[in-house]
């Protein structure tokens, strides 16, 4: 009977015109209709398709669990909704989604405010929903009161957020509207110690934004601010533990598709990220201005990015495909397609050494435009960084690697780069640097020089991942190094690893014949190659 009353009682304050500012559905189990094309805001009650209303009644409501919010498709909804201290369950999940046939409900706003807000909120599922704001943006989540669980976003189109060229990096402590955003969940620097817990995004489209997915935990400013170099462990961080990211589309963004924010345990898998990063982040002199990265981690624990494709990013400060960024440990790159960015790897250890990340199985074609690091700061300790085939690299820089290991990786050298420092200091730092092939280079000294030679790979087509094979002739094949610590049983490709190759492929070899060099082209080559050495030390001063 109250739950009765209390759907009547909302009823009847709609017909009369006097909807309060914030609307509280306390029925349980109760599902409203909106149909912006044949629904009625002065007959609708909302309870059925047959009586939708047409526009969404409120800006601001509390639902209950097993409440469900759902937009015929085909329609256009202007709104901004914000659905606060609502807490469905796992077997009763709040939901805002779609009827009917047609393309996706258009929810959109030309404020500079976000379309959809969820504060303080847990299992709330929103789907099948297109959202534009060209002045604002996407979703807004954050836990102000408690824990945030639960939260799951799929089959979602999210686009025209404010895509244009910025001079600095944008906001990300105001919100998905401030940061250009699809998604921001909570915000750094943020005042708010609860975390958003059990986040999943799964099968959407982003694109045509600034920002893509921004994902953020906290610390505690009263014991201390990693920004002015307090080590960050001692800050008191609140993780958002297991986010899971898959199956998602980014592309034509002027800076980031996700950032993985003092995250324990996040997953984002099976995604492609297509030329986001289109900010140059310089002056009309070229200096920088601000750095972004595709797709990059921030003080997170136990996290991984796993078979996602990377590719065209424009950044001359970033433009990375790989980057440990703020503290981040024991986190992994693996199963990566980087193509055409930047560069493939920079790492930016703050206030300590980063401890135990992972690079392995990845191909990287193209990334040349800028040298890669795993230095910065105090360094990479335990860094694994195996197994990986990287072609036209510039110079590759290890002089901030300790105790780690550099093994059984194919580097392509563009004319004129190498690897750096020489075997001393690897030695020096406790680390093991083997199994290795540098081609197009003068390796000399190099630690863990296995071989200075043609690879042997499968094909000539650089677009073409299955061109990164090797023949069956190949040097590499079974020219590996053991490795203690390697879990993997498939190889770039998906093939099991039969055998321990050098580079990203682990197979017994295709059928594509191995061409040797000759004498006179090696000699050729590294004359060819000493020149461009001289010229980079001349006009690079390296």
């Not at 080590?231 to 609140?238: K, N, Q, T, Y």
């Not at 297509?274 to 136990?302: M, P």
């Not at 677009?463 to 053991?482: R, W």
Request: proline residues 4%.
């Amino acid at each position: 009977m109250k739950k009765v009353l209390s759907v009547l009682l909302c009823i009847l304050l709609f017909c009369a015109g006097v909807f309060p500012s914030a609307l509280v559905y306390a029925a349980r189990g109760t599902t409203y209709y909106v149909d912006g094309i044949d629904g009625s805001d002065e007959t609708g009650d909302g309870l059925s398709p047959e009586t939708a209303w047409k526009t969404v009644p409120v800006t601001e409501c509390t639902l209950s669990a097993g409440d469900a919010v759902l937009f015929r498709r085909g329609g256009v909804y202007p709104c901004t909704l914000t659905v606060k201290d609502s807490r469905g369950t796992v077997d009763a999940p709040i939901v805002l989604s779609a009827y009917g046939a047609g393309e996706q409900p258009h929810l959109t706003t030309d404020a500079n405010t976000e379309v959809l807000r969820l504060f303080d909120c847990s299992y709330v599922t929103v789907s099948d929903l297109e959202i534009t704001a060209h002045n604002g943006g996407g979703i807004w989540i954050d836990a102000n009161t408690g824990e945030s669980r639960g939260i799951t976003l799929e089959r979602l189109t999210i686009h025209d957020i404010q895509n244009y060229t910025v001079t600095s990096r944008d906001n990300l402590s105001q919100g998905a509207a401030a940061a250009r955003a699809c998604v921001m969940v909570k915000g750094l620097p943020t005042l708010s110690l609860y975390p958003v817990n059990d986040f999943t995004v799964r099968n959407c489209e982003m694109y045509d934004c600034g920002n893509g997915i921004s994902l953020w935990g906290a610390f505690d400013f009263k014991k201390g601010n990693p920004f002015e170099g307090d080590e960050f462990s001692e800050c008191g961080p609140v993780y958002n533990r297991n986010a899971l990211i898959c199956d998602t589309y980014f592309h034509d963004m002027d800076a980031e598709a996700v950032v993985i924010g003092i995250c324990d345990g996040a997953l984002m898998t099976h995604c492609r990220v297509i030329d986001c990063c289109q900010g140059e982040g310089v002056d009309e002199n070229g200096k920088i201005l601000y750095f972004t990265a595709a797709a990059w981690f921030w003080g997170s624990e136990n996290s991984t990015i796993e078979y996602c494709e990377i590719a065209g990013q424009k950044n001359v400060g970033d433009g990375m495909t790989v980057d440990f960024d703020s503290q981040t440990n024991h986190c992994t790159y693996q199963y990566i397609y980087s193509h055409d960015n930047v560069r493939f790897v920079v790492n930016n250890a703050k206030t300590s050494a980063q401890v135990g990340n992972v690079v392995r199985y990845c191909l990287s074609v193209n990334d040349g435009k800028g040298r890669n690091r795993l230095t910065g700061g105090p360094g990479e300790r335990g860094l694994q960084f195996y197994n990986n085939t990287i072609i036209g690299s510039q110079r590759f820089d290890l002089d901030g690697i300790y105790d780690s290991y550099f093994v059984n990786n194919i580097i392509v050298f563009q004319e004129g780069y190498r690897l750096y420092p020489a075997l001393f200091l690897f030695e020096r730092r406790g680390s093991v640097v083997a199994g290795n092939c540098y081609y197009n280079c003068i390796s000399g000294p190099l630690a863990g020089t296995r071989f200075n030679t043609v690879p042997g790979f499968s094909g000539t087509d650089e677009t073409s991942p299955a061109s990164f094979m090797l023949s069956k002739d190949s040097p590499l094949i079974g020219a590996g190094v053991p490795l203690p610590f390697d879990d993997c049983t498939t190889d770039f490709f998906g093939n099991a690893i039969v055998s321990r190759n050098i580079g990203c492929y682990a197979g017994t070899g295709t059928d594509a014949p191995y061409k040797t060099e000759g004498f006179f082209a090696k000699l050729a080559r590294f004359f060819r190659t000493l020149f461009h050495v001289v010229q980079n030390l001349i006009t690079e001063g390296w």
